[in-house]
């Protein structure tokens, strides 16, 4: 069992910063692949972005591309997800997910891809 919890989200002005964490404890995330989704009132959970588990391949849905950026330690068990230039349409609660495995192209933003979910935290951008 793995469990993820989220930090970091809050509120910003459109064309901020936020920096969002993922701790995992009960088991190392080195053998898993890392994802981000967000949920939005009224909306489905979408993929935002994943990394496989050597770091070696990052995924991005269209809109956060050259926004956002997922990272992983290892060695701290987290991840991490960079997001700048913030538009009041990335308001959204922001779940951190862990895959076993690998994952590629097409299975990066798939949900029932991933095995384990944390609670989310809420980032909300004011325009």
């Known amino acids: 069992q793995v469990q993820l919890v989220e930090s970091g989200g809050g509120l910003v002005q459109a064309g901020g910063s936020l920096s969002l964490s993922c701790v995992a404890s009960?088991?190392?995330?080195?053998?898993?692949?890392m994802g981000w989704f967000r949920q939005a009132p009224g909306k489905e959970r979408e993929f935002v972005a994943a990394?496989?588990?050597?770091?070696?391949?990052?995924y991005y849905t269209n809109s956060v591309k050259g926004r956002f950026t997922i990272s992983r330690d290892n060695a701290k068990n987290t991840v991490y997800l960079q997001m700048n230039s913030l538009k009041p349409e990335d308001t959204a609660l922001y779940y951190c997910?862990?895959?076993?495995?690998?994952?590629?192209?097409?299975?990066?933003?798939?949900?029932?891809?991933?095995?384990?979910w944390g609670q989310g935290t809420q980032v909300t951008v004011s325009s």
């Open positions: 990394i496989s588990w050597g770091s070696a391949a990052t």
């Open positions: 997910a862990a895959a076993m495995g690998r994952i590629t192209t097409m299975t990066a933003p798939l949900a029932p891809r991933y095995d384990y």
């Open positions: 009960g088991s190392t995330i080195s053998s898993y692949a």
